[in-house]
């Protein structure tokens, strides 16, 4: 019986990880800014969770492929969405690396992740096909609002959650 509640419980939390990257991610659209080389999505924020749950890789996954499809490019269901897993399983990996216990490399898997497979696919979807230069223009401008999302948003985060009682009890199932 106790494994099953564990199993509920996961897929819950994953759920609602999943809904609230997409509701975020829907709600930074409504100003131009979840879609295209210039991207703030506030939802990435939310991209440091596996530092503190093993839930948030298939909730970050799943919301993301939820939120790709009203990016208006199916390749974005493929690419964003392998571009969140990669760096979830990242952030996940680095999740001890902590300094005055916060995880302060947890933002950059999905910086560095993000940059390099968005940036290419932008830059593979252009009418001029591949080209390096106009490559490393895009992975600098999507790794730029990933940069401040994770940094400026997302660590102050996981500063909140590491020192919340009941974010602690929320996670302390799968940790």
């Given at each position: 019986m106790q494994h099953q509640t564990d199993r509920t419980r996961y897929?819950?939390?994953?759920?609602?990880i999943a809904a609230l990257y997409t509701i975020l991610t829907l709600l930074a659209a409504t100003w131009g800014l979840a879609y295209g080389p210039v991207q703030f999505r506030f939802s990435e924020a939310l991209t440091l969770l596996p530092a503190f749950t093993s839930a948030a890789v298939p909730g970050l996954t799943v919301g993301c492929f939820l939120s790709n499809l009203f990016s208006g490019y199916s390749t974005d269901l493929v690419v964003g969405t392998a571009a969140t897993l990669v760096a979830a399983v990242g952030t996940r990996l680095v999740r001890n690396v902590r300094w005055r216990g916060l995880p302060i490399l947890a933002p950059l898997p999905p910086v560095l992740v993000n940059a390099v497979f968005v940036g290419a696919e932008i830059v593979a979807l252009s009418p001029g096909g591949f080209a390096w230069a106009e490559f490393f223009t895009q992975a600098l401008s999507v790794g730029a609002g990933e940069l401040a999302v994770c940094y400026g948003l997302g660590l102050p985060l996981a500063a909140w959650l590491g020192s919340s009682r009941a974010?602690?009890?929320?996670?302390?199932?799968?940790?």
């Open positions: 897929l819950a939390l994953a759920a609602m974010m602690k009890r929320v996670f302390q199932y799968f940790s």
